[in-house]
């Protein structure tokens, strides 16, 4: 994400941390908790308020968090305090302060961050996530079906997009909410809708 694109982030990152806060990560991710591990490394890209983050710390995984917007990210990090998870300052695509961790994770959480990526640096993101991921680890990617009102730069996604990207990455689609079961925004925004993708890794690829 450039830092043109940060910028509203960097504005009213109070703003966005309230509105995040308001939501449950349970009930938002509801459609794949089922793969979550039970125990591992899991990255959550692009952070925000550290609620997800938060949310599976909680449950006993060791969390590392993706934020680069410093307003935001310093935020997060007073509200979730309490709990263990590792902040780093790094963006998509190439995610280099993660990739200096040396850590494979078991899963990969990007929830209302595809739309923010340029096309253009897709095909290198999708394949940098998939050398993050332990073989059998599970990429999820909420996306965001709708324009922005509020000056955020959105670009327009698709599940058809990322399967194609991910095939060439190692990666298999195994899990899509259909067309029917998109979720409705539960900021109740009428002009937007939600779609998860979960990929996982296959485990012969290397």
């Given at each position: 994400?450039s830092?043109?694109q940060?910028?509203p982030y960097?504005q ?5 941390v ?5 939501l449950?990560?349970?009930k938002?991710h ?6 979550l591990?039970?125990?591992?490394w899991?990255?959550?890209?692009g952070?925000?308020?550290g ?8 449950r ?6 993706v934020?680069?917007?410093?307003p935001m990210r310093?935020?997060a990090?007073?509200?979730?305090k309490q ?10 695509p190439?995610l280099?302060?993660v990739f ?11 929830s209302?961050?595809?739309?923010h990526i340029?096309p253009?640096l897709?095909e290198?993101?999708?394949r ?7 073989p059998g680890?599970?990429l999820?990617?909420t996306?965001?079906?709708g324009?922005f009102?509020d000056?955020?730069?959105g670009?327009?996604?698709?599940a058809?997009?990322?399967?194609t ?12 909410t259909?067309s029917?079961?998109s979720?409705?925004?539960?900021l109740?925004r009428n ?9 996982a ?5 290397e």
């Amino acid at each position: 994400m450039s830092e043109h694109q940060q910028n509203p982030y960097h504005q009213v990152a109070g703003h966005f941390v309230t509105q995040y806060e308001s939501l449950s990560s349970e009930k938002l991710h509801q459609s794949w908790l089922h793969l979550l591990p039970e125990k591992g490394w899991l990255l959550d890209v692009g952070a925000g308020s550290g609620r997800d983050a938060a949310f599976f710390a909680q449950r006993g995984l060791s969390v590392v968090a993706v934020e680069p917007a410093k307003p935001m990210r310093d935020l997060a990090c007073e509200l979730h305090k309490q709990h263990c998870i590792h902040w780093v300052d790094d963006s998509l695509p190439e995610l280099k302060q993660v990739f200096a961790l040396q850590i494979k994770f078991e899963l990969i959480l990007l929830s209302a961050v595809w739309m923010h990526i340029e096309p253009c640096l897709r095909e290198l993101a999708i394949r940098k996530l998939s050398q993050l991921l332990n073989p059998g680890g599970h990429l999820v990617i909420t996306l965001r079906h709708g324009e922005f009102t509020d000056g955020r730069i959105g670009y327009a996604v698709s599940a058809d997009e990322i399967s194609t990207l991910a095939m060439h990455a190692g990666l298999q689609l195994v899990l899509r909410t259909a067309s029917e079961e998109s979720q409705a925004d539960l900021l109740g925004r009428n002009n937007v809708k939600w779609e998860t993708i979960v990929l996982a890794r296959m485990m012969t690829h290397e």
